[in-house]
């Protein structure tokens, strides 16, 4: 692109972000009593969208879409910025959000960029000796797996697998069996990225701490696919982002570190705003301890713009109603699950039926039809899915989010039925 186009088309797009970018906020008076099933009102949802009609988008478990409301703010705030020479610092305010929105408190909240990093500050930070376990499962992430595994390289610690089982009960089972006297962590996710099963995590937290294990959970579909409740749940760590199931910017995240296992987690990365003090004059030169909160675990300059779509998105959220969008997407989900079980015996769902274990993501297979010969005709008819080859467990992994309609569910089941 020359410059005269490229300054054409800037030209075009920012009176299109100024003006308001055509969308009407949602008022919370407009979120009907009975939510779950008025497709009205979820058509009023996606009009806040910019998502493209062309495309069925049904991977928000790699990456939630954002609404108007949120690209407004981040550009909003990036222009007051840039107008003033403004110096975006750390974001109290959207580290009280945050805390609000998945129930903690401010002070148990850092900033990261993603989940990895929240992942990669707990398996460096905790304080394991070569020999110590940590339990993990068979379904792990990447950025789930990686962290730990590198701490095993670098310092001897021993990662036990388990399987996740169809219940609740049994996944619960399967990690008292792999717990020995040399068990120091559960790090588990709370739903894998696999086939979105949620896990049992009060129950889990609650067996740590009666064995003085700590509780650790890759939470990457935790916050705005379901009603979080770090409080009740009682773990002592959590890492998520904010760019998936929260919709919010991308590149964003944060850790939550319960305030009574704050020192615990060594800081493995400081700089200005975590610490109390340092003095480079004195002899020896010295640092005189750590913020007294989990700012300790982020530093130097941070980016205020997409914090202040971060704070957008938690708005998005909480002004329709955290119950509702959970109680929504699950109906969804289980629509979609409705709807595969009507096309027979070769469609195996592999998440599992107890409905405390089901969120928004469904997995399945083919029993006549490799998932990339799948995926290929889902590409050719505009539908965006994932397929999971991580860890052998192949599936079709399919997210339903708030701005998906039925109608989208309607044309895949029907997809499926035509291609299988
Ligand atoms: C369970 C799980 N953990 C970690 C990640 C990595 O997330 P991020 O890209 O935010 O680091 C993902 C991404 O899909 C995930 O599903």
Not at 276 to 285: F, Q, R
Not at 347 to 365: K, N, Q
């Amino acid at each position: 692109m020359n410059r005269q186009q490229f300054l054409k088309n800037a030209i075009l797009a920012y009176p299109a972000l100024t003006s308001g970018l055509a969308y009407a906020n949602i008022h919370p008076s407009q979120v009907p009593f009975n939510a779950i099933e008025d497709e009205t009102f979820w058509k009023l949802v996606r009009s806040q969208f910019p998502l493209t009609k062309d495309i069925t988008y049904l991977n928000n478990g790699t990456m939630g879409v954002s609404p108007y409301s949120v690209i407004d703010a981040v550009y909003q705030k990036s222009v007051t910025i840039n107008t003033k020479g403004a110096y975006g610092g750390g974001d109290h305010e959207t580290i009280e959000a945050i805390a609000r929105f998945v129930g903690a408190d401010k002070e148990e909240i850092a900033f990261t960029h993603n989940v990895t990093e929240g992942n990669n500050l707990v398996a460096q930070g905790l304080p394991l000796q070569k020999g110590d376990e940590v339990i993990m499962t068979t379904h792990e992430h990447v950025g789930g797996g990686l962290p730990w595994l590198n701490r095993a390289r670098h310092d001897g610690i021993v990662i036990k697998v388990i399987n996740l089982a169809a219940t609740a009960a049994e996944t619960i089972a399967n990690i008292e069996k792999a717990i020995t006297k040399k068990t120091k962590v559960f790090a588990l996710p709370h739903i894998p990225c696999t086939i979105g099963q949620v896990l049992p995590a009060k129950q889990i937290a609650a067996l740590a701490k009666s064995k003085g294990i700590y509780s650790f959970f890759d939470g990457a579909h935790g916050p705005g696919m379901l009603n979080l409740d770090l409080h009740d749940i009682d773990c002592d760590f959590y890492s998520s982002c904010c760019h998936k199931w929260m919709l919010g910017p991308k590149g964003t995240g944060f850790l939550y570190v319960k305030k009574e296992k704050l020192e615990a987690l060594k800081p493995i990365m400081v700089g200005a705003y975590s610490d109390t003090g340092w003095d480079m004059l004195s002899n020896p030169p010295t640092m005189s301890g750590y913020t007294p909160s989990a700012h300790r675990f982020y530093y130097g300059t941070q980016s205020a713009e997409l914090y202040e779509g971060i704070q957008a998105a938690i708005k998005f959220h909480e002004t329709i109603g955290k119950q509702v969008i959970e109680d929504r997407i699950k109906y969804l989900a289980g629509y979609l699950r409705d709807g595969l079980k009507t096309l027979g015996t070769n469609i195996e769902l592999v998440t599992p039926e107890e409905p405390s274990s089901r969120g928004a993501i469904t997995a399945f297979r083919l029993k006549n039809m490799t998932m990339q010969k799948f995926q290929e005709q889902a590409v050719k008819e505009n539908f965006t899915i994932r397929t999971v080859p991580e860890n052998n467990v192949n599936v079709i992994r399919i997210s339903t989010h708030l701005y998906n309609q039925k109608d989208e569910i309607d044309k895949f089941v029907d997809l499926v039925k035509r291609t299988v």
